[in-house]
């Protein structure tokens, strides 16, 4: 098992144009997807991926609208965030300090969190401040077999399941929008809700309202459906941390993301094809040995050299190299990824058969497929 570190988030309302991130927005998953190669294909993501730091003005008004993520809630994985640690499970002449194969680890801290966008626009808890982060208990169970960690939160949809946390007689509070009590999901809504009704001009006037206006007309009679959530759109970056810790405070190495881009894709059609390679290529030409996008110190030479790489980026550096030049035009084609997800996994099973079968549907299916790298067919 390795640290893992990251934010997954959680759209329940299945509306993107209501939360986002305004904290930290370039520690989440529209900031930094465009590092892997390619834009997110879901219309839900549309103008609002980063893809370079230009992209971070700090203005939620401009684009890309990157603060525009749509998660109401985000599960954080952070240090900073551990209270308390409880080992269940210890291997045998393990170090009690390191999470070993085999183990199993009871963590309690403010994991599970209201999107900060909502923080300025709270009004059930009077004196609780905007944030919601109440205290919760998280599960990390490696299968050292699978060598696989499972991480585990039970979270209350409604103050009556967080009354059935606490034991089979405590009696259930009354929404109150505080986290340092009975807690749950719907005395969330309920706080969004009302907050988004009852706001004056003055609040309706601020850039940031418009992560809450919409929650004017969701209402109650739609918290059945936000509270299932199987119904619920997610988005996450992860990654691990420097070891040992770097002398530039660099804290995180970003290694996952979920959806993951298609290699390539300049323009968030779902493919790699000619005209994201004239999107790499335009790219180029517009800004060789221009100031602020190329330091390579060289006028002309078709290749851009990054500013500060790592910290920054460019959607254009698909091999993420900290250059941009013809070496991202058509990259390797990933064997056996035959729905051109940039992934190998079971949903290439169905378009293998297909190309094997009829090659003709799969070339009209999959119209990016290069016909002489596809694998194994």
């Not at 986290?179 to 907050?195: K, P, Y």
């Not at 969701?218 to 996450?236: C, H, I, S, Y």
């Not at 094809?273 to 390579?296: R, W």
């Amino acid at each position: 098992p390795n640290p893992v570190t990251g934010y997954i988030e959680f759209d329940i309302d299945g509306n993107e144009n209501t939360g986002g991130e305004i904290e930290y927005p370039a520690l989440r998953y529209l900031a930094n997807v465009a590092r892997f190669g390619g834009l997110p294909n879901e219309p839900r993501f549309a103008g609002r991926a980063a893809v370079d730091a230009a992209s971070f003005d700090g203005n939620v008004l401009t684009a890309p609208y990157y603060e525009a993520s749509g998660e109401e809630f985000h599960f954080v994985l952070l240090g900073e965030e551990i209270h308390e640690i409880d080992v269940l499970v210890e291997s045998s002449g393990g170090d009690p300090a390191i999470f070993e194969a085999g183990e199993v680890w009871k963590l309690e801290g403010d994991f599970f969190h209201k999107a900060h966008a909502y923080d300025d626009f709270a009004i059930l808890c009077g004196s609780g401040g905007g944030d919601y982060e109440p205290e919760v208990k998280i599960r990390f169970a490696h299968d050292a077999q699978a060598d696989q960690t499972t991480i585990s939160l039970v979270f209350p949809k409604t103050n009556e399941g967080s009354a059935r946390l606490i034991g089979p007689s405590t009696s259930i509070q009354g929404a109150d929008g505080c986290d340092d009590n009975q807690f749950s999901i719907e005395e969330v809504l309920l706080d969004l809700h009302w907050g988004a009704v009852l706001a004056d001009s003055n609040t309706r006037a601020l850039p940031e309202f418009s992560f809450l206006a919409d929650w004017e007309n969701q209402g109650t009679n739609q918290f059945g459906t936000f509270l299932d959530p199987t119904t619920w759109r997610v988005q996450a970056l992860v990654g691990t941390a420097y070891l040992p810790v770097q002398a530039d405070d660099d804290e995180f190495i970003w290694t996952d993301v979920y959806p993951n881009p298609v290699l390539g894709d300049m323009d968030g059609d779902g493919f790699s094809d000619a005209t994201d390679e004239s999107l790499i290529l335009g790219y180029v030409a517009d800004h060789d040995g221009e100031l602020n996008y190329d330091v390579d110190g060289d006028a002309m030479n078709d290749s851009l050299t990054l500013f500060d790489w790592g910290r920054r980026f460019s959607l254009f550096d698909t091999n993420y190299d900290g250059l941009v030049n013809a070496l991202d035009v058509g990259g390797p084609a990933l064997v056996g990824d035959m729905n051109l997800d940039g992934l190998v996994d079971g949903r290439d099973i169905a378009p293998f058969i297909l190309a094997l079968m009829d090659p003709a549907g799969y070339a009209s299916q999959f119209p990016a497929a290069d016909p002489n790298v596809i694998g194994d067919t």
